[in-house]
Structures are given as structure tokens and as C-alpha cells.
């Protein structure tokens, strides 16, 4: 029989929510997440209310399977907004970052996806990655996440500046590190290995945007 805890895991999966995300989302820990889940307490008053909002559902969706009369359709997502940075802002980005942290006017991208808060966005430059990304697309990219195979990321090596490219795992090293490559889509582009320079893993790309008509 389906339960709150059910309903709640198998709508917080379908939007690729983290128990962690979710909960930073709501304010509470995704130890309270895990246990509204699990069955083991149920979130009541204001919880509900911003977990089903938030979610796009009814409460009484989520308490018990099925819309009240007058609410018959899940609500509106609603849209969040992703601030637009430079490589170099992005050089040092982490997942404590937001935009708040983000000096002058500040550029944004509405998504109705599900994201972190730290997550941003990125203006393609250059020709490395063609030519699947050209110059001027967007890419969104999610900090909180942790690279696959085959996912495309950004990343630091070094230099204050970001790059973008794609990821390929490449096992682990005797001290127990992993070991991956920065992949250019144009093979006219150097590969980087993690092995033989000091790259970290800023994020990884989760919406890809082109605009049909160039300016």
C-alpha cells in the first residue's frame, strides 16, 4: 500500500532530487527527509505545506494519494532562477555558492527543473566543444552533483579560469584517487588527465540551452 513515504521518495527520484537537496530546500536536514520517507515521522503545518508547493503537488496528494475536488491537477512548478557567470566567477565556485554572493547586476536563466541552490550557469566559449556546444550556448551547470561517465562537466586545472569538457573515468589510483580525463569534443583539443595535473570537478552540466536564431 502506498504511503506519504512512498509518495514523497517516488516524486523527490522522478525530479533527481537528493534527500539533501530537498531538504536544504525546505530547511530542514536530509536526515528529516530520510525519515519522513521511511514513514517514520510525518511533516505537518508549514513542512507540508512548502514540501508539497514545492514539489508541485497538493498536500492532500501527498497525505493521501489523490487530489481534493476542487484541486484536481498537480500545482505549477515553480521556476528557479539560475545566475549567469563568467569562467572566472566560476573558477571559484563551490556548492556553498549562490548568488548572493555575486557582485553588480547579475544575468539569470529561469529553469523550471529541480536544482541545487549553489547551481549556475555558464556562456559557451570557443571552439573545444563543437560540435555539439557552439559558441554562445548555455549550459546549466549543478555543483551538488558527483560525475558519470559520459556526463559533461566543468572543471578547474590550475589556472583561475574554468573549462568545460566532457568526463571519462578512468579507474583509481594506488593512493585510492580517482583517476579521470577532461575530454575536448574537438579533437583539434588537448585531452587532460587528472593523473598527470591537478584538475578538481567544480560541476556538472545538467541543462544545455541554444538559442535557434543568432543575433
Not at 29 to 52: C, F, H, M, Q
Not at 132 to 146: K, Y
Not at 188 to 205: F, M, Q, T, W
Request: with cysteine; charged share 25%; proline share 5%.
Amino acid at each position: 500500500m502506498a504511503t506519504l513515504g512512498s509518495r514523497l521518495r517516488t516524486l523527490r527520484k522522478d525530479r533527481k532530487l537528493t534527500q539533501g537537496q530537498l531538504g536544504k530546500a525546505l530547511g530542514v536536514s536530509d536526515v528529516t527527509v530520510g525519515y519522513w520517507e521511511r514513514d517514520l515521522n510525518i511533516p505537518g503545518g508549514k513542512s507540508l505545506t512548502k514540501l508539497a508547493h514545492y514539489l508541485g503537488v497538493s498536500e492532500g496528494f501527498l497525505l493521501y494519494g489523490q487530489e481534493g475536488e476542487v484541486n484536481v491537477a498537480p500545482a505549477p512548478m515553480t521556476g528557479q532562477q539560475i545566475p549567469i557567470i563568467s569562467y572566472v566567477q566560476a573558477g571559484a565556485w563551490s556548492p556553498e555558492c549562490d548568488a548572493r554572493n555575486l557582485d553588480g547586476t547579475v544575468e539569470y536563466i529561469l529553469t523550471s527543473d529541480f536544482h541545487s541552490h549553489s547551481t549556475f550557469a555558464l556562456k559557451v566559449k570557443g571552439k573545444s566543444m563543437e560540435p555539439e556546444f557552439v559558441e554562445g550556448d548555455v549550459i546549466i551547470v549543478d555543483p551538488e552533483l558527483q560525475p558519470g561517465p559520459g556526463d559533461y562537466v566543468v572543471a578547474k586545472n590550475g589556472g583561475d579560469e574554468a573549462t568545460f569538457k566532457k568526463y571519462r573515468a578512468r579507474g583509481v589510483s594506488d593512493n585510492g584517487q580517482e583517476i579521470f580525463e577532461l575530454v575536448p569534443l574537438n579533437e583539434d583539443y588537448a585531452i587532460r588527465n587528472s593523473l598527470k595535473e591537478k584538475i578538481s570537478i567544480i560541476g556538472v552540466v545538467v541543462e544545455h540551452r541554444r538559442a535557434m536564431r543568432r543575433k
